[in-house]
Structures are given as C-alpha cells and as structure tokens.
C-alpha cells in the first residue's frame, strides 16, 4: 500500500527500506535535504497520496512529533490516518488523537523496538488505536514485524501502544541492570578466573539466556573485560515514565527504579548525598576512627 | 566412560538418562530403594567402578552433600575425583577439596542450569577445579552440555562453578522481577486490555525477548491474568548467597537485592514494618485527616 | 495583625487559635456552618478585613485550594496577598500566582508542619515567594513559628516552600521505614526479648534519638509490640511527588523510594508481580522441588 | 566499683574518666606504652583488682577482642565477669561467652552509642547475657549511661547486645542516607536557594527534628553547602551485618540496604555494572542517536 513517512533518520530510513521490500510504496520526507526524501515538505508528501492516506511519523519525541501531527492535522483530510511511531510519551497521544479527530483523521500510536536489527529481522509493534484505524494500516504492520506469530499486538485504545512500549524499555533497564550487577560482582570475585567466557557459555542452557546477554557477549568480545568503556549511562525518557506510570498507579516497581537510580548515579561526578554522609560522619567522628591509638580504639558511633 | 552417580531425584534422573544416551555407563546410588539405582550402597557403587573413579553428586546442599563426600572420602582412593553437582554454597567447596585432597582425590565444583529441560535440551555446566580434574570429567560434561559452542564454561578454581551458579541464580531473580514488575504496572494500568498478548508478542522483535519471556508466555496460556496462582514466591539460597557475596566484596547490588526482597515480603501475611509505619502515622495524626469538617482539612503532618 | 483564614478544620482550627493567643484578629471562614466561622461567606470574610488584606488558605490540596484561590482572585483587591499553607503540589504555585498577579494581589506559599503539636509547640514553617510579599505576613509566621532560633525558613522563590516542604515529607518516609525495618528485624531476631524497652531505651544517648523515635515509643507503650495496628500504610501526596521531582532532576532517591513502594505493597492484599515470580518458578519447576525422592533432589534451576 | 578496662583509645580512655567521675576505680591498660595505662600488661592490669573481678574490653572487634578474651580466659577465676563493650559482630559472641564459662567467667555483650558526646552526655548501652552478670556490672552501666530514664537496656541473652547496637547502627545508616537523598534534591531544585539555611530552620517544629539533623546543621554551618568534603564514604560492618541478619532472618530491608549500597557505590571511581549498561546500549545502538540526521532521528530501542 501507500504511505507517507515523516523522518528518514537511522530509525525512519531503515523502516522506509524494509516497507518498499514489502512492496509498500512510501513517500518519504525529511526536514533535512540530504535525506533520501521523496518531497520537498510535507505539503509535497501528502499530495502524492491517494486517499485514505496513510502517514507514518517517526520523529524525536516531544515537540517535533507535535508539531508534525499540528501540520498534518491542517494537511489531511477526513478518513485519513496518522500513526506515530517515534518515542512519545503515553500521555501525549490522545491530545493528539483528539486534535486529528477535529478534522475527523484517525490516529494510532505504535512503539517501535528493534533498533538497527529491524530492517533485517523486523520491528516489534505495540499498537494503540481504534480498530477500524489499526486494520487500516495492517499492511504496513505486517510488513514491518517480524515473520512469525509474534512480534504484533494491538494492546488498547489510543496511547496503550506508547504506554506498553515504554513499560517493554523500563523491563530492559531492570534486565539490563540484573545482567551487569552479575558482571560487576563475578568480576569482583578473587574465585572467578574468566568472567567473559562465563557469560558467553551462558547463552546455551541457561535460565538467563536471552537477546540482551547476547547482545553482551558481542560487546566483551569486542571489548574484553569492557576496559575502553565507561561506567556512564544516558537514560532515555521511558524509564523515568515508567516510574511516573507506577507512581500514578500505586504500583511498587523496585526494581526498574533501581536501575534507574543506577543510570542518574552514574552520571554524577561525585554524589551530593554521599557529601551529607561523610560530613554526618565527620560530625560524631566515626570516620577519624583508625588514626588515634594503636590498640583500644573502636569505631564510635 | 564411567561414572557413579549419587542421587537419582528429579535432576540427578534425568541426568542419568542423558549420559547413558551419550553412551556413558552409569552406575546410580539413591538412599531410596524406591529409585532406580543399580547399587544398594555407596561403598556397592564404588566397587562397581574402575579406577581412575569418577563421582558425580547430585544430592541436596548442606549437610546431604557434606556427609556424601565426607563417605565418598573413605570409600575412594588417591587418583579418584569426586564432582558437586549440586547447589552447594560456593564457601562449602574448599572444606570438600581439602578433605578429599587429604587422601589425593580431586575436587570440582560444577553448577548446573537446565532444569527439566536439561534431559533433551541439555545442561548448562559451570566448573571450578584443576584443568587435570575438569580434563578427566570432560567427556561427561560433553554429553549434559547442549549441543554447540556454548553451555560449558571452566571459571576458576575450586569454587567458582558454584560462584557462577549462584550469580547466574541472581540474575535470574532480578530479570524474573523486572517482568514481573512490568506485568504488574501493564495490568494496572487502565490503558491496556491485552496483557498477556502484549507479553506474547514480545516474543520477537524486542529487547526483552529471552527464555524467562517464553516460560512466561507459556505460563500465562495456561492460567490467562495469573488468577490461579498465589503472589507468593519461595527463594533458594542463591539469591541469598549473591548478596551475602556482594557485601562481602562491597558491590552494590540493588536491582538483585530488592528482586530477592520482594520474595521475602510475599511470604508475610503482613508486613511488621508497616505497623510501625501505620503506628507513627496514628501518632502524629495524619492518617486521621479525611475524617474532621467538610471543609478546611489538611494533612497534619 | 488582621488575617481572613479559609478552612476551619484540624490544622486550620488550631492555626487560629495560636494566632489568636499571640495576639492577631484573626476572621475565620470555613464552607462547614457547624465550623466556628467568623463570616459565613468568602465575600463576607474579606469585607471584614482592612487592606492590606492577607488571606491565609488552609484547605486541601487540588481542586478545593485552586477554587479558592480563583475567589479570592476576585474579592481582593491589589496589594493584599493570599498565603497557601494548605499541602499543594509545588508545582500548582506558580500558576496560582500568575492568576493572583494579574489583579496585583501577592501570593506566598508555606509549607506548615507540626499535626496536633503544632498548637502548643509551634508550627514549622516553609516559605517561598517574594521578600516583599513574606516580610507582610511576618508577624503570623512570628507567632506560628515555636520559640527559638528555628521552625521558619523563606527558602526562595514561589513554589519554594511547597517544595521544601514536600522533601521534608520525602525524609521523613525514609527515616520512618528505617525504624520500621530495625524494628521488624529485632521482632524477627531469636536473640532480641525486649523489643519494645530497646526502641525506648534509645532514646538518650544514642545516634538514632528523634522526635519520631519519641513517637514510636508512644506508640509501643500504648499497643506493646505493635499488636493491634494493622501493617497497611496510606501515602499522601508528598512522597509521590518527591520521587517525581527526583526523576525531573535526576537524582537518585533509592532510599525515599523504597520507602514510598513499601507503603504501595502494604495495601496489595496480594503482590501481583509476585504471581509472575511464582508462575515462572512453576514453569520450570524450581518450587516442585522437596516433593520428590527421599534423597537425590536438588533445585532443579 | 572497681574495674579493669582494657583499651584505652578515643572510646576506652573517654569511659575511663567518665567511669571516674562516677566515682569507680578503673585500672586502665592498654597495648600502648604511650597510653594513659595504670598497668603494664593484662596480668598485671588482673592483679590489682579485687575478686569478684569485672573486666571492661574496649579494643576493636574482631581478632584483636577474640585474643584479650582469650587471655582473659587464663588470667581471670570463677565468678569474675568480662564484658566486651567493643563493635564485635553479635556472632562471635556466643563463642567468647562459651569460652570463658569453662572457667566459669562471665559474660556480658554491650553495645555502647556515643561517640565523642559520651564522656559528657553519657553513652547509651545496650546488654546481652544472664541477670546476675548484668547485675553485676550495674553500677558501671549507671554510670556511664546518660542521666534519665533511658539509654540503657538489658535486650536478652548473650549476643542480645551487640543485635541491638548494630541494628541501632543500620537504622541510623537509613536515617543518614534520608537527609542525604533530601539534601540532595534541594540543592538540585532550581527553586530552592537557602539549602544549608532550610535544613538549619528544621530542627525545630518538625517531623524530621533529630540530632542526626543538629549534627548536619553543624556541619554545614562549618562548611555551607558541604563544597569541602568528598562524596566518599566507609561502611562499618555493622551495616554489612545488618544486612546480613535480615537475610538470614527473611526480613526486607530495602531501606538500610539501600543506604549501605550507596557507600559502596561512593568508593567506586566508576560503576563496572554501569560500563554494562553503556557497553549494552552501544549495541543495540541507542545511545548513538543524536548523531545521525537533522530530524527524523529516533531512538531506536
């Protein structure tokens, strides 16, 4: 079928390709004009469309989606469709639906996983959306996933793609923290003569076994004892939304906060609370312990 | 080649099957003489075997196992080799190679993943010993390891097959907790109305797709919204040795820690904490608010 | 000094009455005609005060305290000023203010802490708005306040004081899960006879004395051991939005957090992430364990 | 009374004066020659006291308090009493008393709080061990206990003591690492401006009053901001057994152990679990966004 896709970035480049050898005709535009566009903007973009058009956006998060969905909210015309597949967070999508839902367009919200192994494999999609919209852009979903049975799911109305997306990346930053507090602590261990090679046997036979320690084992192997990297992680906004969802929700998430915590840690040069600490320390004079005599001393607090 | 093989259990079983279908002559003890074994005592098993023995046990840690070598110790001779197959505590492994290396038998320690899918899928080994000892095992291990390059790995000394284990085990925890706690906030969360099938669908594609993804999938296909199961959840030694191991190396372990926790807290009807909790609260009166005038009330603390 | 005062209730009531004993007119207001109001209507209540009029809001957080805020908006007139005491999230301020400022009428926010307390001991207090603005209402903060150097801060701008105030409430889970938590553990230990006598013996002479360790002795004496309190925990607004400012500006709080999750898992009947835990357990029949043979069994993960 | 102390560093020689003051003979010896010391070794020290004897170990815990009572074992005679009032871990309390009790010596375990306040405010005390070996040793625990009905208990049997101080020390480890996550996040809100001056304000009328909170004021008015002092601080073993217990007792403690883990942490110039996480996210390519196009870009988990 025909779409339009808005973003042809590492992301939206890659989705374009694996759609077009689906057999998709896409029309693809990209603010910048290096890109491998197909129009010169999305007014160009969306006159080279049939109706019900069909436009898929796959921009930054935030306000560049917004202002997308602004523009072809003025753009498209009634019974058209808009899917945006970029990394917005839940809560945004169903003031877009209902800004699109003015000039009577559909809106579906669908998360994408599979970074740079979707063109070959295919991407994961976590839907949210009316039926008749999400059966409307079907074509293109199957195309995109992965062949197989899974790797689909239309999980609820508009935002529930966001929102399952998002709690998919906040279970990755608990599984992703699970895998490196065990690296850290074989590490630490005068016992453990091969750590790298341990967690490379861990992939056949293993309760632990998964796509992410592969992914890990690649990384070693690249990296032996990972010597060249730094103990310095980003977090990108799901992770904190999780936490937001479970706070909004009452529900306990220890874990995916903790691996949280890790990431906002170690970014900090130093950590202001572990000023307070030691200056509390200073104060009853439990750290100066050690200097004073040479036996009959004991930690004073 | 051959081998004697203390505990003919549930793993122990199976693992029997799957040397003698790699063409290993197995010669099994069980205290029970409802088991299949083909010897009435250790000392019977023993003379069954040629020497250079090998002896693999497989019988509950602590006491079962100490006792086992503590006998196999007497029964054996100078050149023989004596293999933990069990879930011994890293620490135990030294005390057992120390008594048997007293009457010159070898030692290793070899953890093992697979659980009742080891017998067709075959088992995850984690060894620690003298190359010479691991050498000597080495065509048993090639038959309970999984076809391919991986699902074996020599990590150390003695020791360190348990120690991989048991970091392996805690992994395990904090991954199974991060599902866990992603089910939870997907089944509160008004928005979504598939989570099972979102959790199916996970299944390819995604970051988290992994064998814990598949158990769970299979799990909530039998028993849909885990309605028939108790939040309730038994832990092993292992994830109490990972952190005991942590603080004794000073690695923070927070994500396998709070999994392990979460455990103990789904045993208490009622958390002890949180009476205290509830009692300051009753003191300083805040709990109370909501109950005063219509108007004109805040929380007093 | 004159001051109109919204909200009769616990807090507001008393807050009157030490205004009163230090001298102040104090005209009350609340929706409740059973309250001891001084006008029966907002409009009634301003009209009784001289300009410079400062209104003092002491309603609960949200819609009730906006409502509020918008009338005085319009029965004030510019140069008269409207202090929130009430427990308004410290980013409802700023609006509050914008709205206020457009009639040229000040806005101040102030955190109050000190529940039953506060009427004889003083209230703390926590302000944030302009020094112009806080100086007008310094005689109320003088009288509020407990005698001493301590118990009033201008911390800052608008939205300072509900902000200082909310992580003084995010402390406080945090250091009341602490007690809880040795308590629970001293409960648990076999060693320990007198729980209850150790938490009131520390209170001289030790590292861990407080007011609320004051608190949980009072608890204890009237309900030993905590037998008639339930381990169910409510959590007001603070705590959540302490963690949320937490994620805004990334800093870790593992410990807030902590406590604020312990009280959500203290109102599960049942943790449903608990049921994953078990499920999976089932799945690979690590918890069938202990059913089979007499001996030869192990763990089977 | 009369009493030997053994020990006479920062603690034992405070005791000292504080037990004289009191009006006790105390027969100080320490290891030292430099030491303030009344005898010149442990035999000499036994010499001069009168039996019943009651001997004071004030000398750090572990072997160096495993060895003096070991001597003390051979110098001392029936009905004598030891009581080490040093930081030993509650476990190697019961093997010191099973020691002296085969020459019919007693024992009594004492946690003692503190620190360098004691000699004048008086140390809170916290006992393990029989009635009569209590009763004993009473008017020394008069003595140096604060004035008051409270800093000392008699907690339970031999160990009881050494239990309690230590769980005192992990709830003051959550208490510390509260103010520290608050202090934290004050200083990180772009609205607060008086921090130091905030937390100074709170000793009076609120619910986080302590003298935790007095020592971090003194702190900061010693160095504002608290720009002087690393954020690098020890552990104790006190919290590391803390945790320790709480596993081997089944007992959550997501707070202390939170608390614990963040000194770790702090001791770490860089978090090898955190090199994971980055090493992880380099391959699935996350963290490379950003560099690729204009727009259109994506992050692509």
Same mark, same amino acid.
């Given at each position: 079928m025909q779409v339009g896709l808005v973003g042809l970035g590492k992301m939206g480049g890659n989705m374009a390709q694996r759609l077009r050898q689906g057999g998709h005709d896409v029309i693809g535009y990209d603010r910048s004009p290096d890109s491998d566009r197909q129009a010169d903007s999305l007014k160009a973009?969306?006159?080279?469309?049939?109706?019900?058009?069909?436009?898929?956006?796959?921009?930054?998060?935030?306000?560049?989606t917004s202002e997308t969905i602004d523009q072809l909210g003025e753009l498209l015309e009634p019974g058209d469709l808009v899917i945006d597949g970029g990394n917005s967070k839940y809560t945004d999508d169903q003031a877009h639906a209902e800004k699109l839902a003015k000039s009577q367009?559909?809106?579906?919200?669908?998360?994408?996983?599979?970074?740079?192994?979707?063109?070959? /494999?295919?991407? @994961?999609?976590?839907c949210g959306g009316d039926d008749k919209n999400v059966e409307l852009a079907m074509p293109l979903f199957q195309t995109l996933k992965p062949e197989g049975d899974f790797g689909f799911v239309h999980a609820g109305p508009v935002g529930a793609g966001h929102f399952t997306k998002m709690v998919h990346n906040g279970i990755e930053y608990g599984m992703m923290q699970a895998y490196a507090e065990g690296y850290e602590l074989l590490q630490a261990s005068p016992l453990v003569e091969n750590v790298d090679e341990t967690f490379a046997s861990w992939q056949q036979g293993t309760v632990v076994r998964s796509w992410l320690l592969d992914l890990l084992v690649n990384a070693v192997k690249q990296d032996p004892g990972l010597s060249l990297v730094r103990g310095y992680a980003q977090d990108s906004g799901e992770g904190r939304w999780t936490v937001e969802a479970a706070i909004d929700n009452a529900v306990p998430l220890p874990v995916i906060t903790a691996a949280?915590?890790?990431?906002?840690?170690?970014?900090?040069? /130093?950590?202001? @609370?572990?000023?307070?600490?030691?200056?509390?320390?200073?104060?009853?004079?439990?750290?100066?312990?050690?200097?004073?005599?040479?036996?009959?001393?004991?930690?004073?607090s």
């Open positions: 973009m969306v006159e080279q469309l049939q109706a019900p058009r069909v436009v898929w956006v796959m921009v930054p998060a935030g306000a560049p367009i559909g809106f579906v919200d669908c998360g994408v996983s599979g970074g740079v192994w979707g063109l070959t /494999e295919g991407y @994961a999609l976590m949280l915590y890790a990431r906002f840690a170690s970014r900090q040069e /130093e950590s202001p @609370a572990m000023k307070v600490i030691a200056a509390l320390r200073n104060q009853f004079g439990g750290h100066a312990v050690g200097k004073a005599g040479e036996t009959g001393d004991v930690p004073v």
